[in-house]
Each structure stands twice: as C-alpha cells, then as structure tokens.
C-alpha cells in the first residue's frame, strides 16, 4: 500500500465491515448492550448525525429509554461506553482482526473516530537483494526550506495517539470504576440472577368503618380492623422507583402485596421488601445489626438491640413528621438463599426516601463511593436521615453503614 493510499480516509464500506467484525468478536458478543452503543454511535457519525451522540440521546435511542430519561439518574450511557472502551482494548490488545482499520472511542466523548493502520513493511522475496539503507540526511542549512512530514506519517501518529487513548480509557475505568458504577453495582447481584426479581409491598392494618355508607364514626364500636387492604403511600411510591429501576436495566419482575407473598416466593429468586418494619417479614430483619423497633416509643432504630439517637420522640397519631430514618438492607440471606434487599423507614416518609436513595446514580456515587473494597461482594446496612418537607422526602443522607461477609 503507497503512503496516499494510507492516508485515504476509510470509507462507510470498510468502516462498516471492521465494525460488524468487532461486534461478532468474543470480546463484544456476550454484551448486547456494548454492542448496542457502538453499533449506534458509528452509524450515527457516518450518517453525519452528531447532534445523536448525546448521553440523553444515545439512552432514548439505543438502550430504549423513555422520553423523560434523564442521565443524572441513570449512568447505563456512561458506563457501558467505559466498558465499550475496555473491550476494544482487549479486543485490539489479543490481535483483533486483520483489517487495517481501528474504531476508537476517545475517553470523554461518544464520537467515533476511525483510524486507517500503516502497511506492514514488504518482505523482500527469496534471491532479491534488499533494498539498500537509506542515506543519512544532510544537515540543513539556514537558507535550506523545511522539510514536511509524509502522509503515512500523519497516519502513523493518528494511530499511535489513538493507542493511548485506548491505554488511558483502561487506566481511567481502573481508576474510577469505583465511583463511577456504584449504582450498577449496588444491584448487580440482582440482575445477575435470570429470575425475575420480586417487589413486594406492605399492608398496612388500619381500622376503618364497619358500615360502607361514608357516616360519620363516633364510637370504637363502629370500626374494625381492615388487615390486608391498604398499602402506605410511601411503600407505593418505593415500589414504584424500585421497579422503574428494574425496567430501566431491562430486567424482569413480578409485583406483589402483602400476603400474597410467602417464604418459597423469596426462596425463588432474589426480592425487595419494601415497608417492612410493621409486617410478618419484621422476623427477618431482627437479626441485623440495625433494626426499626416499634414495640417500644418512641419508635427507632437499634443498633445490637440497643437504642439510639435515631428515633422519632414526636412523631403524632397521625404519623406527620419533618424527620425520619430508615434501613436500607442489603443481603445474601442465608435462609432463603437468595439475594433480599428490605426498603423500610420507620413512617412511609422514610421508606421513600430510601428508595429514592437506591435509585439514584447520584446519591449512590456519594454514599458508596468510599466504601470499603469489597463491598459489591459484601452484605451492607445503610442508615438514612430523611429530612421530610411538605409531607415528601427531600434530603437524605447515611448516619451509619456496617459491612459483612457472606455467610456471617
């Protein structure tokens, strides 16, 4: 090949064709997703459409998203492309393919750039003298003109500076895998699992009016205990973040309520309870290390079974309050097998709270980004503080965390 014709910027064709190579590559077939974001970006710059290669726009376009998605609460865009970037090092790293054409995807960017490689040099065949060294260059003089640099050359640093692109995308994920997947992480061990993860809600006992006409109650005489028809709002709204969040990682799951849920449904596969404290599954939560006890007021949060200063002294009849806790659990429970996560604040305000804790990139990256290494591997207890304004969730923070092994 002559230095022009190294120099010849590829063409759709063989860009195309270097890209379906890559994509079939062992290094690229068991993710569907890395394929998704590189099939897309590609077809996107050489359609000249550079306004798509936007986060927002390649999560709608590629991944499916909905029209509201926003990047701040989903980080799928920019941790599959850091992925994307891992796995072309890898695949250019075992000898990639033949082709003489390299896609690369410079660390902080979603355009493609597509490098044509320098020929290998010719080898001389059998009783053909080789070509003789070249001369050594004559020292220029003041007057002489400067020289240019050959094409080929240009060609060679494009490809030698997309090298350490590619070396930098692997030393920045080593470097920020930590902080940048958190919240891919956190539920990794459920959507490692192919069975559909279970959602369950609780009821909520209330009493309410024997009589279904809506006539004013003036005794106790005229209520009854309604155990199993009423969820919180709270719980509601947690149920709801929880499996937004599942559908946005296009992993399967079942809702349930209450009593529909038994111990061979949390035997089956993994589950998130959500609003716990006040159900039959407050049993499995007890033998943690943080617990909401409520047999006792003011209701709160122990520690070993001992009180703290996580607890609700003013907390009305009416369960209003600006303040609340909650626990996030998450664990390898060792009766069910299967991996649990429990959602519960001691009012619904803080169950809420700490579900949009979990499925929130941003809060996540905050919280977890110095945890202890290990942790993915880990069970974990986290302790929120929720501030609570106009009746929502508005700030919520971790006062306490505590990590074990599996099995312990």
């Not at 809506?214 to 199993?228: A, E, K, S």
């Not at 973040?241 to 209450?258: C, D, I, K, N, Y």
Request: hydrophobic share 45%; proline share 9%.
């Amino acid at each position: 090949m002559t230095p022009a014709a190294e120099s010849t910027p590829p063409s759709p064709a063989e860009i195309r064709t270097v890209l379906g190579q890559i994509l079939t590559a062992k290094e690229f077939r068991a993710s569907h997703r890395c394929q998704a974001l590189l099939r897309y970006v590609v077809e996107a710059s050489l359609q000249g459409q550079a306004e798509a290669l936007k986060e927002r726009t390649i999560g709608i376009e590629a991944f499916g998203r909905p029209a509201a998605y926003e990047p701040s609460d989903d980080a799928s865009v920019r941790v599959t492309a850091s992925e994307v970037r891992r796995r072309l090092a890898a695949h250019y790293g075992a000898g990639g393919d033949a082709y003489p054409i390299r896609i690369v995807l410079p660390v902080g960017s979603y355009m493609p750039q597509f490098v044509r490689l320098p020929a290998p040099a010719a080898t001389p065949s059998r009783g053909q003298p080789p070509d003789p060294p070249p001369l050594p260059a004559a020292t220029p003089t003041a007057a002489a003109a400067p020289r240019h640099r050959p094409r080929w050359a240009w060609a060679l640093g494009i490809a030698a500076a997309a090298g350490l692109a590619l070396l930098a995308a692997i030393l920045l994920r080593r470097s920020t895998v930590g902080a940048a997947m958190p919240l891919q992480a956190f539920w990794e061990p459920m959507l490692a699992s192919p069975n559909p993860v279970l959602v369950g809600g609780a009821y909520v006992p209330v009493y309410g009016p024997k009589a279904l006409t809506p006539t004013p109650v003036h005794h106790l005489r005229d209520l009854v205990l309604l155990p199993d028809q009423f969820v919180g709002g709270g719980d509601l709204i947690a149920a709801a973040r929880v499996a937004a969040l599942l559908a946005r990682f296009h992993h399967s799951f079942r809702l349930e309520m209450g009593t529909q849920i038994n111990f061979g449904d949390l035997r089956a596969g993994p589950a998130v309870l959500v609003g716990y404290a006040y159900t039959q599954w407050r049993e499995i939560a007890s033998g943690f290390r943080y617990f909401i006890a409520t047999a006792h007021t003011p209701f709160g949060i122990t520690d070993r079974g001992r009180p703290t200063a996580w607890n609700l002294p003013r907390l009305g009849a009416d369960r209003h309050t600006n303040l609340d806790y909650a626990i996030v659990s998450r664990v390898w429970d060792p009766d069910t097998r299967a991996m649990l996560l429990e959602v519960a604040g001691i009012t619904q305000y803080g169950t809420a709270g700490a579900a949009e804790f979990i499925t929130s990139a941003a809060q996540l990256d905050a919280a977890l980004g110095r945890a202890p290494a290990g942790w993915r591997r880990e069970n974990l207890q986290l302790v929120l503080r929720v501030r609570v304004i106009a009746r929502a969730p508005a700030r919520v923070r971790v006062v306490a965390a505590y990590y074990w092994p599996r099995g312990h």
